[in-house]
């Protein structure tokens, strides 16, 4: 599998591109965005990727991984072929492509060549969850959970949920082997005994709340 390219650009024509590796002539189709920015006589680099059928080996060229990512992820919905995978990108930037299909925006894909209505509705149908938005899939994961009853004992005890927290964070920071048990009266003492309060008769009684972990 050949994943990328770098060389000389020896052509560049109006869906494709030779890029010229070491004497090989790789040729390479490509989005006109793409081809805009290719120059012969120039190095350049493109991720790519091969698409193999039964009568041809076909390379095509990205500027970024992430359009690459959004082309496999195209080319994998029925009824989307590489040319037309191609044309989406032609018309949208990765990240609109990823909201359209994560929004269920049928109309999106729509204004593609090649795409009627029904298409746009199959495809929108076909990559619900594949692709999402990058900022979404940025978002941080949900706390462990034992941190919520932790944080319950904590309150209940008097500490606002901000100092709790802190107190919280800072003493499985110092102790991860204790946090990876999630055994949660262990962790409500450890974060007691780290703000001076382990031993106390209100510890005693908050960690007598709290159901130990499963």
Same mark, same amino acid.
């Given at each position: 599998m050949i994943s990328s390219l770098q060389g000389t650009?020896?052509?560049?024509?109006?869906? =494709?591109?030779?890029? %010229?590796v070491n004497g090989f002539g790789m040729l390479v189709q490509a989005?006109?965005?793409?081809? !805009?920015?290719?120059?012969?006589?120039?190095?350049?680099? *493109?991720?790519? !990727?091969?698409v193999v059928r039964e009568d041809s080996m076909t390379?095509?060229?990205?500027?970024?991984?992430?359009?690459?990512?959004?082309?496999? +992820?195209?080319?994998g919905v029925s009824g989307v072929g590489p040319r037309l995978g191609l044309a989406v990108l032609a018309v949208h930037e990765p990240e609109t492509i990823r909201a359209a299909a994560s929004d269920g925006d049928d109309k999106a894909f729509s204004k593609v060549p090649g795409i009627g209505p029904k298409g746009a509705r199959r495809i929108v149908l076909e990559l619900a969850g &594949?692709?999402?938005?990058?900022?979404? &899939?940025?978002?941080?994961?949900?706390?462990? =959970?034992? &941190?919520?009853?932790? *944080?319950?004992?904590?309150t209940s005890l008097g500490w606002s949920e901000k100092d709790a927290t802190s107190a919280i964070e800072q003493a499985t920071k110092d102790a991860p082997e204790v946090a990876a048990?999630? %055994?949660?009266?262990?962790?409500?003492? *450890? +974060?007691?005994?780290?703000?001076?309060? %382990?031993?106390? &008769? =209100? =510890?005693r009684a908050a960690a007598t709340k709290v159901p130990a972990s499963r």
């Open positions: 650009v020896a052509e560049v024509n109006l869906n =494709s591109a030779v890029i %010229d989005t006109p965005q793409t081809l !805009s920015g290719l120059h012969t006589g120039r190095e350049a680099r *493109l991720c790519t !990727s091969m390379l095509y060229g990205f500027e970024t991984a992430e359009q690459r990512e959004v082309f496999e +992820t195209l080319i &594949k692709l999402v938005p990058l900022e979404d &899939k940025n978002q941080p994961t949900a706390g462990p =959970s034992w &941190k919520p009853q932790v *944080l319950d004992a904590m048990r999630g %055994d949660v009266g262990e962790i409500l003492r *450890l +974060t007691l005994r780290m703000l001076g309060q %382990d031993g106390s &008769k =209100s =510890s």
